[in-house]
């Protein structure tokens, strides 16, 4: 290559990346006018593209708008645009660094949303920056999302420091605010009972009687307890309001109802292993399995037999899974209708397939059991 062959490819290379990063700016200036839109659906879409397609230049354009977006929903799409955007290492610390610059914003808004957004993403770097300022801010909003963060970054060594600010805040804000706390008190566990019970003892210094609080607290971590177990929120009810509740007879109504969600949880498992192993194309194909599936697996040996006798136009995924239900069929007609239709799709995958090789000699004893099988009946 000449010298001027070499500048000339030079120029075209500088030539094509000027117009891909041009592009890409536009790209850019367009989504970013998009999120600024009056209409709440196009801002949802486009928080919802961006996090599909994220793009590190957006960043900064999303925590923007978390601070002054009004809708709930386009401001939960923009908290996950930016989690997608923090799914590599490099681009998780521009969000994480972006973020930690907003807990000292002056906006409310701007500083629950980045700490709401710190939460999900779960970065542990983020909680040197959650203090005493952010944990007991005056705007219910903030605090609320602090103490959700917090409990989630939170170090064994530190857990202690931070009962005791929680604790300080008992008896604050509406019931949704001491559901928040109460919830992050139970996150923190046996940790929490000396702060509980200290605050309980300075309860007549306090314009607020904690004797309601107090029961809300036990009665939600009782509550917390009992759903764990898969109780219902009706039977959880039942169980708090009726204090000679007997619970053996419950016990048992849930055990019984595991170990049926657990059959049913293996009857899909095989259902969709099964599926699987035809190796479908499309969907298509999976829904005609699951069609086959359900005619081999039906209850009524009659019904079995006569979606046996009615199979035609198979294809050759479908052996397989008739040459299962052949071997596993307990009823002799349906098994011996079944291993029918698997010859006569063999047959007819032979007239239209050319002839394989013979195998090796040292090979015929590995044949496979299902055509043994086919071949003595």
Request: glycine share 4%; with cysteine; net charge positive.
């Amino acid at each position: 290559m000449t010298q001027d062959d070499a500048s000339s490819s030079n120029a075209n290379n500088h030539s094509s990346q000027d117009g891909m990063r041009q592009r890409r700016t536009d790209v850019v200036a367009r989504l970013t006018a998009a999120l600024e839109s009056e209409e709440t659906s196009v801002r949802l879409k486009v928080a919802m593209h961006v996090g599909s397609n994220p793009l590190p230049e957006l960043i900064e354009v999303l925590i923007d708008r978390c601070a002054v977006e009004s809708d709930f929903f386009v401001r939960d799409m923009l908290t996950w645009a930016l989690t997608q955007h923090a799914r590599t290492q490099q681009d998780r610390t521009a969000v994480v660094d972006a973020l930690l610059g907003q807990l000292t914003a002056p906006s409310a808004q701007a500083r629950s949303q980045a700490l709401h957004t710190l939460s999900k993403i779960g970065d542990r770097r983020a909680w040197s920056s959650i203090g005493t300022e952010l944990l007991t801010d005056a705007d219910d909003q903030v605090a609320r999302a602090a103490w959700r963060a917090a409990v989630g970054m939170v170090p064994d060594s530190e857990r202690a420091w931070l009962t005791q600010v929680l604790g300080t805040q008992l008896g604050r804000g509406s019931r949704e605010v001491w559901l928040s706390l109460s919830r992050a008190l139970m996150a923190l566990g046996e940790a929490s009972t000396p702060v509980l019970g200290a605050d309980q003892r300075r309860a007549s210094q306090r314009v607020r009687p904690l004797g309601r609080l107090d029961r809300e607290l036990r009665r939600l971590f009782y509550a917390e307890g009992l759903r764990s177990l898969g109780l219902t929120l009706k039977q959880v009810a039942a169980v708090l309001d009726t204090p000679d509740f007997v619970p053996v007879s419950l016990v048992q109504q849930l055990i019984d109802r595991t170990r049926e969600r657990l059959r049913q949880h293996e009857e899909l498992l095989g259902t969709l292993e099964r599926v699987q192993s035809s190796d479908p194309s499309d969907w298509r194909d999976v829904l005609r399995t699951v069609g086959l599936l359900r005619g081999l697996d039906a209850a009524s040996p009659s019904t079995r037999h006569r979606f046996a006798l009615s199979l035609s136009d198979l294809a050759d995924r479908d052996v397989p899974l008739l040459v299962e239900a052949a071997l596993s069929e307990p009823d002799a007609a349906v098994a011996a209708s079944l291993r029918h239709g698997s010859r006569r799709q063999r047959a007819h995958t032979r007239q239209y397939r050319p002839s394989p090789q013979p195998a090796p000699a040292s090979l015929s004893k590995w044949s496979h059991p299902a055509t043994n099988y086919f071949s003595r009946h």
